[in-house]
């Protein structure tokens, strides 16, 4: 299975900043998936990235709230602009490998609390 | 909407017992499942799943069973552990995009 780390693994930010979000996976994949997990809640997809192409957003999720990145096969950036007290939540990558149908591979997380 | 459901929030069993956590769906279209598990800090590890062509799927301690009429699927595990403590997800996806929707999870305690 795909090793995903994420970058930073946590912050806390003041309300009005942005902070971009680093997945890196160990091998090439195509399909790259941006969750959400706020407290208490299940995970959520915000976006699906595939590289060379615009990111596909989920309903309730805009580009220029959550612009992402994906400049290649083992790499993406997802950024929370402008965040509110409400952005705070855990923010997790995901991999497709190709391999196994539908399964995927999650990083570890990023934990953004915001004053 | 939700369109996957843990009814449960948390489930406490004593070690070597079964464990057994449920989860509903309201699409039709969804037409396969996954049963994932995560630790505090961690993100969410995959344990199984199953095909909707399929009613049961087993692997080792874990057996995941569909219940299509009824939109229904269940995780078994026996015996449980007390390193299974953990909070349990399960997803559903359809139509081959990728996209996981995901329940509310249930954390599972399995005491000593």
């Known amino acids: 299975s795909a090793v995903i780390s994420q970058k930073p693994s946590r912050d806390i930010c003041q309300r009005g900043t942005s902070l971009t979000i680093q997945c890196q996976v160990d091998?090439?994949?195509?399909?790259m998936f941006w969750y959400r997990q706020q407290p208490g809640q299940s995970l959520t997809l915000i976006a699906t990235?595939?590289?060379?192409?615009?990111?596909?957003?989920e309903s309730g999720f805009v580009i220029d709230k959550f612009p992402i990145s994906r400049p290649n096969l083992t790499f993406s950036t997802l950024t929370v602009s402008n965040m509110s007290p409400e952005d705070s939540s855990i923010y997790l990558c995901?991999?497709?490998?190709?391999?196994?149908?539908?399964?995927?591979?999650f990083g570890p997380g990023t934990r953004l609390t915001v004053l | 909407d939700q369109q996957v459901k843990q009814n449960s929030p948390s489930l406490s069993v004593q070690e070597g017992r079964i464990s057994i956590l449920n989860c509903d769906y309201t699409n039709s279209m969804f037409d396969y499942f996954l049963w994932y598990k995560k630790y505090p800090a961690e993100g969410p590890t995959f344990l199984i799943s199953?095909?909707?062509?399929?009613d049961k799927n087993e692997d080792g301690r874990f057996t995941v069973f569909l219940n299509k009429s009824a939109k229904h699927l269940s995780l078994h595990i026996v015996p449980s552990q007390p390193g299974d403590s953990a909070v349990y997800f399960c997803a559903a996806s359809g139509g081959n995009t990728g996209k996981l929707i995901f329940g509310q999870g249930t954390t599972l305690q399995v005491k000593p």
């Open positions: 091998s090439q994949v195509t399909m």
């Open positions: 995901s991999v497709e490998d190709g391999l196994s149908y539908n399964e995927q591979f």
């Open positions: 990235a595939n590289q060379g192409s615009e990111a596909t957003y």
């Open positions: 199953i095909s909707s062509i399929k």
